[in-house]
């Protein structure tokens, strides 16, 4: 069959080097791709948001599947956009409905859906412009550290953890009034802080079943020991040693039913990925918050352990027969050191040649903010290059990756060196 994927970062090279694979492929196109899922499939330069010429595509093309990797394109409703085109209704979408994208596109949404079915979280309030000073006093009944999420989508950036109060009052104001973070921040959420380790629990459903994917961790800090600002991600392991059976009874339990079950009852037909971001608080989980779409780096680390056709698991959800699916994971570890260009999260330069790529043997290249320039390999984004390794264990996945990178380079470039040292013993 002929597949539209839709996304250009390390999470949807991960899903076209995964699709590729599959006997089911005729041909995969990827909407706009980067250079490295050139080696994949067929880059078309779309816009994952412009829905009138991906119908067009999909028509001229063919397409049978269409898979959507970020979440712009999902809370702007192109779902929704397939089942009400009638020439587009036979073509399924992986991704949910505009509806069900709400539990990513709206933080204040998404607590109050986690409150209403009593899945644990962090207590909240919301504000906005006509009640900000209420939100200083809010402040002011917590204990540090703050935490302020902008309500809308705000590009992995909307989520600030502040340890003084007069500073967190200060961002509360130029979140609101400032708009620090464009209309993402009109309302904000500020919540109490979670203690623990954080961890990650993807879902695959199709509305009416469930696969558990394989649990993952990463690492937002850009600098070693979780130091400095928040980026996209810095690395990301998978499986995560605390997520043990009893741990995950617990998530399935407490969250991953109630949710679907909340779903459900809200009339929310939800198709494609759930991601649960967790605090594991002394054993209990705690949802941070929902994406309706895989991470980035946490994808690059979770397909490479899953063992089956990926496409005929993607084509059974988008088709509600993902209940005859045997999910098959590898038992090994999986860890992803992510190479930046100099200067991210902040300003950085692009356009910069990438050299050593033929070198590599034991790890996948994942191409996050790349490009092809007179068939050279550039830097094209802050996040540059995913590298991935397996092995038996976290150390062992780890040296790979780290002795991969020595062989890769481009100007500028930065990456952490202590991705998975606090999960090994």
Known sequence: MNVLLLGSGGREHAFAYKIAQSKMLTQLFVAPGNAGTLQCGTNVNIS??????IHRFVIDNQ?????????????????????????????????????????????????????????????????NASNLELGYKFLESLLPPYVLKADGLAAGKGVLILNDLSEAKQMLQQMIMDKKFGTASTTVVI????????????????????????????YKRIGDNDTGPNTG???????????????????????????FAGLKNEAINYCGFLFIGLMNDGGNPRVVEYNVRMGDPETEVVL?????????????????????????????????????????????????????????????????????????????????????????DIAGAAAKSYKTISMIDFENQYYRTDIGNDLVP
């Open 63 to 127: 397409i049978k599947l269409v898979v959507v990797g970020p979440e712009d394109p999902l809370v702007s409703g192109i779902a929704d956009y397939f089942l009400q085109t009638p020439a587009l209704q036979h073509v399924p979408v992986v991704g949910p409905v505009k509806a069900g994208a709400r539990l990513e596109g709206s933080k204040e949404y998404s607590k109050k859906f986690m409150i209403k079915y009593g899945i644990p979280t962090a207590a909240y309030q919301s504000f």
């Open 191 to 218: 919540e109490e802080f979670m203690h623990g380790i954080e961890c990650s629990v993807f879902v695959l459903t199709d509305g009416i079943s469930y696969k558990i994917l394989p649990t993952a961790k990463d």
């Open 304 to 392: 490479p352990r899953i063992q089956n056709d990926l496409l005929e698991m993607l084509w059974a959800a988008g088709t509600k027969n993902l209940e005859k699916t045997d999910l098959q994971i590898s038992p090994k570890t999986a860890v992803t050191v992510v190479m930046v260009s100099g200067g991210y999260p902040d300003a950085y330069q692009k356009n910069k040649p990438i050299s050593g790529l033929d070198n590599v043997t034991e790890s996948i290249v994942f191409h996050a903010g790349t490009t092809s320039s007179h068939d050279t390999v550039v830097t094209n984004g802050g996040r540059v290059l995913v590298i991935t390794s397996m092995d038996n």
């Open 233 to 259: 991600g810095m690395g990301a392991v998978s499986p995560v040693p605390f997520c043990d059976d009893a741990f995950m009874q617990k998530v399935t339990q407490q969250i991953i039913e109630p949710t």
């Open 48 to 53: 994952v948001t412009d829905f009138e010429t």
